[in-house]
C-alpha cells in the first residue's frame, strides 16, 4: 500500500487555498453587483417598504462592493463594515414571511 507523505501534497494543498479564496472574491463581486439591482427592484416595485430596500440598496453597495474590491487589491475589512448590511437580511426575510407580498388589484 502506498503513502502520501504530507511534503508531496503541500502544493495541492496551496493551490486549493488559493483558488478558494478567489472563488470566494469572485462570488462575492457577483453578488455585489446583482444585490443593488436587486433591491432597486424592491424600490421601484414596491414589495417591501420603501425604506426597507434603501436600506439593503445603501448597505449593499458601500460595505460589500467597496470590500470586494479592495480583496481583489489586497485590503481586507473587519466584521464590523459588515454590520449594518446584516440586520437588513433578517428584516426584509421577516417582513415577506409576516406581511407577505402584495398581490396587484388585477391578479386577484
Do not use: D
Not at 59 to 66: F, N, S
Request: aromatic residues 20%.
Amino acid at each position: 500500500m502506498a503513502t502520501v507523505q504530507p511534503e508531496s501534497i503541500a502544493p495541492l494543498a496551496g493551490m486549493l487555498m488559493t483558488s478558494r479564496a478567489f472563488n470566494y472574491s469572485a462570488a462575492m463581486l457577483a453578488f455585489s453587483v446583482g444585490a443593488p439591482l436587486f433591491y432597486y427592484l424592491l424600490f421601484r416595485t414596491r414589495l417591501v417598504p420603501r425604506w426597507m430596500s434603501m436600506w439593503g440598496l445603501v448597505t449593499a453597495i458601500c460595505p460589500c462592493l467597496v470590500s470586494t474590491v479592495g480583496s481583489f487589491f489586497g485590503y481586507h475589512f473587519p466584521i464590523w463594515f459588515y454590520l449594518p448590511y446584516i440586520p437588513f437580511e433578517f428584516v426584509t426575510g421577516l417582513w415577506i414571511v409576516v406581511f407577505g407580498i402584495p398581490v396587484p388589484e388585477a391578479n386577484k
